[in-house]
């Protein structure tokens, strides 16, 4: 989050954090106008809003002129348009209790939708603050139940958000290891350890059964370590816990046997008696020790149990939540510890990147039932959301200062649903990303950087794409400022929105463009390209079919690796072309191991399924012919392009309408569109790069169908990025040319180096 | 076990002992957390044994020689069970060293030993016959803190001379082993605590105390006036989940005398009860905290369901007197300031007691087996606990799980390591 400085409208002044909000109030509450269905969770100190609005933001269309009787020599290949188009955006925000005041005026001043009438509210402070709400909002205030809201916005959130669950590794290079969304997510236990704890087993979506708890939870911890050590609030007692050493108040093993109890492997430093110490009337202990111990206590209490219940239930899976565990890394890490002791490694403590949250987003989910929200997909929207512990004084001191304690979360709704590939080979264990920045310090130095560099050109073209526009220059300049800052703090915590990656590096700048209605700074540029490609398409058939077969299967893979080569992502590439230099550089010798795919013999694939990279020269000349000859072959292809715009990336659209105008052109093609042998679809996304666990459902529907048995992934940002070490049910083949020296020099190859892996799985 | 070092006409007596022991305990292990199992216990050191000892064993039937003690050194009490022989003969009496009936006479003429060693005369067993001889068993305790004191008085009443082995077990065995050499002269036969434990319960049990049993339970435990101790027939005690509460808290499933394993443990025991007490209150004594208990009011400290959500949580099936958050109001500065001392112990004795069923219960149902002993010495004068026990293992297992108690609580691990000292003869 930044402060951009501008006076919120009702907050009272700067800097005072009584009762005004540091940052603007807009920045914060967004897109109230459309606000509806408004859910509120108010906990022991933080509150929690969502509700659900819709976004009005600029999309570029592509529109096919009516060439008959034109000169289309000199016409543009289509129409650009740019459009309002409307999106639906969940947002929720986290703010503390001592704002909600101030928040509800600014909510009711703001609030122009009238429709609505009731607010769903959860948390214990519910209660208290009911009048307050119904007076100031004008709303009733609807009571939902704690437990069910908080299993409902976990369902959600472990369905939507990837890269939700983290286990906590606190002595390792990577505290947060963050898991790919298992394909099935129950059942599961999850232990909420708020005043109390309660221990839930969630079995389906609607089905869940509390199965315990225990009355030493967080209330403990904060009620005891008050009278012990008289300090009052939570964050400090878990502050003086971190320094205190609990060996002076805690009976060891070691105490008791003078070493380890060897007979069952008892370990000398392990507690025997908490507080142990402590039987005497006349020895003083320090806050911070009794803290500590108090805190050993507690974490390994609920670790145990938590393994009891689990080991009935023969489950394995654990999640953590609750104002206990919430972004402290001191918790998690004893929780952790204990859950390891007491299951011997057998269980994971899980934790979730937006637990803060559940209980809003089960609220608010409880009241939007006929929006239907659980029949969409949802996507995390980078550009608006805050990222783990963004409030977290242990982690980010500065950032408390900066803006006060707020933190967002905003989902988009995606046009549809996404699914799996049916072809991933083991969807539980499919990792899109090649490398993991948040592992991988050198690597993640160089990509911030790699990124950092190239912000002020993609500013620049951003604005150069609508010259038109009076305030472009300035909403360019605010898009570089968001990204800037997204840079600067996953540089301090690289693990804000789960795993880093060159992916989610990619999808934030698509995500903050978008932000500031760019939402196709390529466009212009896409269009000149596929014109001046779709001009040589006819000769370069005619080349190739000139060839003998085996030269043509050569020359057919060259031209795809040389079509790739154009990509304005690409800061090589971008340099290279405007000193017009880059066909010279190209390191395309094919090895003659590549004619294992090539040259093969037998019978044709049944239906090939194509993902494209690039519009122009990559498309046009480089997929087109191949995807020409696999259709000679008889071999089906189903072409999947992106549903929105990223970079120069050919979109949907784009793609339905360089089809319909090669077709007119090739007989070839015209006939597999007309019986159906060629098929275009949408992959679902709006990335550079491909998450294979997230397409579009119609996509995956075919595939099924077609009984697909040829994966194709064409280009750095599909084939290498992600997907290099992708597993698939099927024969793969994973085409790009390295246009990053340093990426190069990782696979130990030269820039504009060729990738050409092909996979056939064993059987 | 090394051969005793001192004291003149010593090579007279049989030193066998040693030997006997090292047979070590026998037993069967399915905990996965049951570690190495071959390095305590003692180490057999065979002295070249001479026909003439070896008839003068014999001659007194395998029996080691006086005092009978059994010794068990926990983390905050030590245990000590005497065998008190009553059959004494003439010709016995006379032989007896001066240094031995000095101590069966100190021991038994006096209830309290220094200014923290007790006996606790209630628990005295009487007219029992231990390997053919009648007698009374002793039951006495002190604080470990006091055990360096005790060394030395052993020393001072040179019990070296005695030749007896001293068998003991808990941690203090390993701890004070050193002390017990340097300090006493004397050689610890040391044995593993839940050995001992399993084996003094069932001895106990099976003989009685004094004509009534040793078992007990709790009937109409949800029924504050109804509620009752009535004896219980643990005469097949297999299988039975062993809950024992000393400065921690151990927890074993038992499946026959030799078949037992170590389910799990909790460091929230007594320790925990009394360490916080001694801090939220000022007390100084385990007694004095439990005194203070039964005067306070924990529902002032503790959160309720009913303090939440006003009454019960249906939708969870929580009665609304169940205790939410232990210590949860105590998060608010007012109610800080309303509480007293009493009330802050009864609230931490009623925490740890609940987490102690809470935890024995997830045991009992993962190892399928509904019967519950608690023993240790939490439960010591502590009928506030022994009750909360019965009445929540029965509420939270709908009647399932029955909690069972034994009088001499604390004592099993000491009378375990006095037959093992019988049974090595």
Redesign the interface.
């Known amino acids: 989050m930044y402060v951009c400085g501008r006076g919120g409208s009702t907050s009272g002044g700067h800097g005072s954090l009584d009762k005004s909000i540091t940052l603007p109030p807009d920045e914060i509450f967004r897109n109230l106008e459309n606000a509806k269905r408004f859910a509120i969770d108010i906990g022991?100190s933080l509150t929690k809003l969502a509700y659900y609005s819709t976004v009005q933001h600029k999309v570029a269309r592509v529109r096919s002129f009516d060439h008959s009787g034109k000169d289309i020599e000199n016409e543009p290949l289509y129409e650009i348009s740019v459009q309002e188009e409307i999106t639906a955006r969940l947002h929720f925000i986290k703010f503390e209790n001592t704002y909600i005041e101030t928040c509800l005026d600014f909510i009711k001043d703001h609030l122009v939708n009238t429709e609505t009438k009731v607010i769903k509210a959860t948390g214990?402070g519910a209660y208290k603050f009911k009048d307050l709400i119904e007076k100031k909002l004008g709303l009733k205030v609807d009571k939902e139940?704690v437990?069910?809201c908080l299993i409902k916005g976990c369902n959600f959130v472990l369905r939507n958000i990837p890269h939700e669950v983290f286990a906590y590794q606190k002595d390792s290079d990577t505290e947060f290891r963050f898991q790919m969304n298992h394909p099935n997510i129950f059942p599961y236990l999850l232990v909420n350890i708020?005043?109390?704890v309660?221990i839930v087993k969630v079995e389906t979506e609607d089905k869940f059964e509390?199965i315990?708890?225990?009355?030493?939870?967080?209330?403990?911890f904060?009620?005891?370590g008050?009278?012990?050590t008289k300090t009052?609030k939570f964050d400090e007692l878990l502050q003086l816990a971190s320094k205190g050493q609990h060996t002076n108040?805690?009976?060891l093993?070691k105490?008791?046997?003078?070493?380890a109890?060897?007979?069952?492997?008892?370990s000398g430093n392990?507690?025997?008696?908490?507080?142990?110490?402590?039987?005497?009337?006349?020895k003083e202990?320090s806050k911070e020790d009794?803290a500590k111990s108090l805190l050993h206590?507690i974490s390994?209490?609920i670790g145990?149990?938590a393994c009891?219940?689990a080991?009935?239930h023969n489950l394995d899976k654990i999640y953590f939540g609750g104002f206990f565990i919430r972004g402290h890394p001191v918790t998690m890490r004893t929780i952790t510890y204990s859950i390891n002791f007491?299951s011997?490694g057998e269980v994971q403590a899980l934790f979730l990147r937006h637990e803060g949250y559940l209980g809003a987003i089960g609220a608010f989910l409880k009241g939007a039932e006929q929006d239907n929200p659980n029949q969409y997909s949802w996507g995390e929207n980078y550009a608006g959301s805050s990222g783990l512990m963004s409030t977290s004084p242990d982690v980010y001191p500065m950032q408390r200062t900066r803006s006060g304690t707020f933190d967002m979360l905003e989902m988009d709704r995606l046009e549809r649903p996404l699914v799996n590939l049916p072809l991933l080979k083991d969807p539980s264990t499919y990792i899109p990303d090649t490398v993991d920045l948040t592992d991988d310090a050198m690597a993640r130095k160089y990509w911030l950087t790699c990124f950092e560099e190239a912000l002020d050109g993609v500013a620049k073209r951003a604005a150069a794409s609508q010259p038109d526009s009076i305030d472009a220059l300035e909403r360019a300049e605010k898009f570089r400022q968001k990204y800037w800052n997204k840079l600067q703090t996953l540089r301090q915590q690289p693990f804000a929105y789960g795993t880093l990656t060159v992916r989610s590096l990619l999808d934030t700048r698509e995500h903050c463009l978008n932000e500031f209605n760019f939402p196709d700074p390529y466009s212009k540029v896409k269009q000149k390209e596929n014109g001046i490609a779709l001009k040589c398409f006819q000769s370069v058939i005619e080349s190739l079919d000139s060839l003998g077969w085996e030269e043509r299967q050569f020359a057919l893979v060259k031209g795809l690796l040389a079509g790739n080569v154009f990509d304005w992502g690409a800061k090589a590439v971008s340099d290279s072309c405007k000193e017009h230099k880059l066909f010279t550089e190209m390191n395309c010798e094919l090895n003659p191991e590549y004619t294992g795919f090539l040259l093969q013999e037998g019978p044709p694939h049944k239906c090939a399924l194509i993902f494209a990279d690039n519009s122009g020269i990559d498309i046009i000349l480089g997929v087109f012919p191949f995807v020409r000859e696999l259709l000679s072959r008889g071999t089906e292809v189903i072409l999947a392009c992106n549903s929105g715009p990223a970079l120069n990336d050919v979109t949907y659209s784009e793609s339905l309408i360089v089809t319909e105008r090669i077709a007119a052109m090739d007989p070839v093609i015209q006939s597999a569109l007309r019986e159906e042998k060629l098929l275009l679809v949408q992959t679902g996304s709006s990335s550079p790069c491909l998450d294979l666990s997230r397409l579009d459902k119609g996509l995956a529907v075919l595939v099924r169908e077609r009984k697909t048995d040829l994966v194709i992934i064409e280009g750095m940002g599909r084939a290498i990025h992600t997907n290099y070490y992708a597993a698939l049910k099927c024969e793969s083949l994973k085409l790009a040319v390295i246009k990053n020296s340093w990426l190069a020099d990782r696979l130990g190859g030269k820039i504009f180096s060729v990738i050409f892996k092909y996979e056939v799985p064993c059987k | 076990m090394e051969p005793l070092r001192n004291g003149g006409g010593a090579e007279e007596k049989p030193r066998r002992r040693g030997a006997a022991a090292d047979a070590g305990p026998q037993r069967r292990r399915s905990s996965a957390a049951a570690g190495v199992d071959s390095a305590t216990g003692p180490q057999p050191h065979e002295r070249g044994g001479s026909a003439s000892r070896q008839r003068r064993d014999s001659v007194r039937k395998n029996r080691p020689l006086f005092p009978w003690f059994g010794l068990d050194i926990g983390g905050t009490l030590v245990k000590l069970v005497y065998f008190e022989p009553k059959d004494i003969t003439a010709e016995e009496e006379e032989e007896e060293v001066e240094n031995l009936k000095s101590i069966r006479k100190y021991l038994t003429s006096n209830v309290a030993y220094g200014s923290t060693g007790i006996r606790d005369v209630h628990l005295e067993l009487k007219d029992l016959t231990l390997c053919g001889r009648k007698g009374n068993l002793h039951f006495i305790r002190f604080p470990t803190h006091d055990m360096p004191a005790f060394i030395q008085m052993g020393s001072e009443k040179h019990f070296s001379s005695l030749h007896t082995t001293l068998c003991a077990t808990g941690g203090g065995a390993y701890k004070f082993e050193q002390d017990f050499r340097t300090m006493g002269d004397l050689q610890l036969c040391k044995l593993d605590e839940l050995d001992c434990l399993i084996k003094g319960v069932l001895y106990i049990d099976s003989v009685g105390f004094n004509g009534h049993s040793e078992c007990y339970y709790f009937e109409n435990p949800t029924d504050a006036e109804r509620c009752q101790k009535l004896p219980f027939n643990l005469e097949n005690p297999y299988p039975l989940l062993l809950v024992n509460i000393g400065s921690g808290v151990s927890i074993l499933a038992v499946y026959s005398k030799e078949n037992y394993k170590r389910v799990t443990g909790t460091s929230l025991g007594g320790g925990t009860f009394f360490g916080l007490c001694c801090l939220l209150t000022g007390c100084s004594t385990f007694e004095e905290a439990l005194e203070m208990a039964s005067h306070g009011d924990s529902t002032k400290v503790d959160k309720l369901v009913r303090d939440i959500y006003g009454g019960d949580y249906e939708r969870f099936g929580l009665p609304g007197w169940a205790v939410a958050s232990s210590f949860g109001n105590m998060m608010s500065k007012e109610k800080r300031e309303s509480v007293s001392k009493e009330d802050l112990a009864k609230a931490t004795l009623i925490t740890i007691t609940n987490n102690i069923g809470s935890i024995a219960r997830m045991c009992a149902l993962n190892e399928n087996i509904n019967r519950v002993v608690f023993v240790g010495n939490f439960l010591r004068i502590n009928t506030i606990s022994m009750r909360l026990l019965a009445y929540a293992l029965d509420y939270w297992s709908k009647g399932q799980l029955k909690a069972l108690f034994l009088e001499h609580e604390g004592y099993f691990g000491a009378v375990g390591a006095l037959l093992e000292l019988l049974d090595s003869a």
């Open positions: 022991g214990g139940d437990m069910t708020g005043s109390g309660s509390w315990g708890g225990s009355s030493i939870g967080g209330g403990t904060w009620g005891l008050a009278l012990l009052k108040v805690d009976m093993v105490d008791v046997y003078g070493g109890y060897q007979t069952l492997g008892l392990l507690i025997a008696s908490s507080f142990g110490k402590s039987t005497t009337a006349d202990f009794m206590m390994n209490d145990q149990l009891l219940y080991k009935l007491f011997k």
